[in-house]
């Protein structure tokens, strides 16, 4: 059930992509022009609505924010910690294993 453009060049004719664009620009402005015209900026309406309270701006740390996560895959963290060695060339190494098995995969 596609839709299918016959414009005589393809898929990619500029003029329906502009024409296309050009309508969704049209319905954006419509859709926008709707809005209310008695919000101000720098006002209490800019606030987000929490049940009528006021809430102080929140910092979580990343250290607070990934620690489920971390806690949950600590045992797997460890052996990724152990296996780390900081050398470059490790690394290189094992890109172009896994990447020979990849294509092997992709190849086959």
Known sequence: MGVEI???QGFWHAL?????????????????????REFRRGTEAELPFVSGERVEDARVGAPH???????ALKPFLERL????????????????????????LVMA
């Open 81 to 104: 910690r152990n296996f780390h060695s900081g050398f470059i060339g490790d690394y290189v190494g094992w890109f172009a294993v896994i990447l020979a098995v990849i294509l092997l």
């Open 16 to 36: 329906v992509w502009f024409a296309a664009a050009l309508g969704v620009f049209l319905l954006s402005l419509a859709i926008w022009s709707m809005g209310r």
């Open 6 to 8: 016959l414009t005589g």
């Open 65 to 71: 924010l990934y620690w489920g996560f971390a806690e």
